[in-house]
């Protein structure tokens, strides 16, 4: 169909809808920000109060950073839940991006001030802003096309660049900025060019009519009620038990820890007693036994995450205490290693895809579960040159830089294994119309795993580096060869969910289905 006879909102570019580009470009600039965040926390945090060539920090002990950094990860993810209520419910997708930008524009600039409450206040309203974007942005994308359109998995590919795209820059710039202007100056700059990813969104608006607009709810015994599911609870006292002892579970946590973790466990309890009754309304064994191998998938995302996630914590500060990172007599800043993940995963996301693909058309085992397990694994194994970095520190007080691009490079692989997977796993699993509520479940999955890596980060101030490196390795192997083991069993339980896809060839066997984390 020729592109003249189309309205504006239908127009296409390179063969994809021009839609794609100011999706693509919104998220691109959003991931910047995020990405640019993240890098400069805990090193923000960390510097004493007298400063450094980079201007005052907070004086935190590392501890205290990994913490709050833990914390915030968690969130920003977490909120992905109701975030996709809110856009489902009241605004719908198109409104919800639209604020969650407009409120992650207001966070950074309250982070340009030096101010303690503007620091607290500017990481609530990021975790706001994000909680709003990051979840429907990507169900956009989803709108442009038809159903059975077979430029969608191209078109997530594309918008999955852009994400990569934003965390290179970010990485790459940030550093360079913090070390000449200072730590707010790159705050501000995350900022600006959040509100370069605003004004790309409102201009867009033309080729963005006919998707993310709120449907009102008609009433239809299809639609999804979370109040009617909720009520249901009080209908059985086997499920009052259960929902009893969550609640317990919270309370403990609330007096026993601290009123966060208090907070924490309270949402989970209702996340959980949520699950557990969409499981119970299934109408059939094989959408049940989907389910809970989906559930039990979301295990490895945690542990994944925990792991992975010490990029932006522990890690980064191995960086920038432990490394030497004199590369021809110029000093790398240490915000500029993150930026390795992203420009592996644009180097080889197509070759990793690739490999998938001729294994399967060789009939050889390419199942999301194996794929995630073995990413789990290689993403482990990773953390083994940091164990070689740890024990060079001890020998000879410094360390080669080589390490960490031999450990990012593997969790990259890693990440391309389980990421991109584990999305296009809940379209495959998920009752449909639970489907949104899932792709949140994930997100809030990924939440945990990223506070999973601020509760082990901390634990390196009372161990030691070495033997929190040496600790990952173990677990995540152990952990990747367990799944593994079941392989069969959960297969079964999948009854054939990917069985019946079509094997792709020529061209579309080396394209894959890539998704954000």
């Not at 794929?371 to 290689?378: D, E, N, S, Y």
């Amino acid at each position: 169909m020729s592109s003249k006879a189309l309205q504006p909102h239908q127009k296409e570019l390179f063969g994809q809808p021009i839609g794609l580009y100011i999706l693509f470009l919104t998220e691109m600039w959003e991931r910047f920000s995020y990405y640019g965040m993240r890098a400069l926390l805990v090193l923000y945090m960390t510097t004493a109060t007298i400063g450094d060539d980079r201007g005052a920090g907070l004086g935190w002990t590392s501890q205290e950073a990994l913490a709050l950094y833990g914390w915030y990860t968690m969130l920003v993810y977490v909120m992905s839940i109701p975030g996709g209520m809110i856009a489902d419910k009241l605004i719908g997708q198109k409104k919800a991006v639209l604020l969650g930008a407009i409120v992650l524009c207001l966070g950074h600039a309250v982070l340009v001030l030096t101010d303690i409450w503007a620091f607290y206040t500017g990481l609530g309203l990021v975790i706001l802003g994000v909680g709003l974007l990051k979840p429907n942005i990507s169900t956009m994308v989803g709108g442009l096309y038809k159903e059975g359109d077979i430029r969608r998995d191209k078109g997530f590919s594309i918008f999955y660049i852009g994400i990569n795209l934003g965390s290179l820059l970010a990485t790459m710039v940030v550093g360079g900025v913090v070390a000449k202007w200072g730590w707010h100056a790159g705050f501000g700059l995350a900022g600006i060019v959040m509100v370069l990813g605003l004004i790309n969104y409102l201009y867009g608006q033309k080729y963005l009519k006919e998707v993310g607009n709120f449907v009102p709810s008609t009433g239809h015994s299809n639609e999804v009620s979370y109040g009617q599911l909720y009520s249901k609870l009080f209908s059985s006292p086997k499920q009052l038990t259960i929902v009893g002892i969550l609640v317990a579970a919270s309370v403990y946590g609330w007096y026993t820890l601290e009123w966060g973790f208090g907070l924490l466990f309270i949402f989970l309890t209702a996340i959980t007693a949520l699950l557990m009754m969409i499981y119970k309304e299934l109408d059939s064994q094989v959408f049940k036994d989907r389910f809970l191998v989906l559930l039990l998938s979301f295990i490895m995302v945690i542990i994944f995450w925990g792991a992975f996630e010490q990029a932006g914590g522990l890690m980064n500060l191995y960086t920038d205490t432990k490394t030497d990172r004199m590369l021809f007599g110029w000093q790398i800043p240490t915000v500029m290693f993150q930026s390795l993940n992203a420009g592996f995963i644009i180097l080889f996301a197509t070759f990793i895809a690739g490999v998938w693909a001729k294994r399967k058309l060789k009939g050889k085992e390419a199942s999301s579960l194996f794929k995630m397990a073995l990413g789990i694994i290689i993403m482990g194994f990773g953390f083994l040159f940091m164990v070689f970095a740890a024990m060079e520190f001890e020998k000879s007080g410094t360390s080669s830089m080589i390490w960490l691009v031999l450990a990012y490079f593997f969790h990259t692989i890693g990440e391309l294994c389980i990421s991109p997977v584990a999305l296009s796993f809940i379209t495959k699993l998920a009752p449909v119309k639970y489907a949104s509520l899932m792709m949140g479940v994930y997100f809030a999955a990924t939440g945990l795993g990223n506070k999973v890596a601020g509760i082990v980060g901390e634990s390196a101030s009372e161990y030691g580096e070495l033997a929190i490196f040496s600790g990952i390795v173990i677990f995540t192997v152990i952990i990747g060869l367990l799944f593994i083991a079941m392989l069969k069993p959960l297969k079964r339980l999948t009854h054939g969910a990917e069985e019946s896809e079509r094997i792709l060839k020529n061209e579309e066997a080396e394209g894959f289905e890539l998704a954000d984390n």
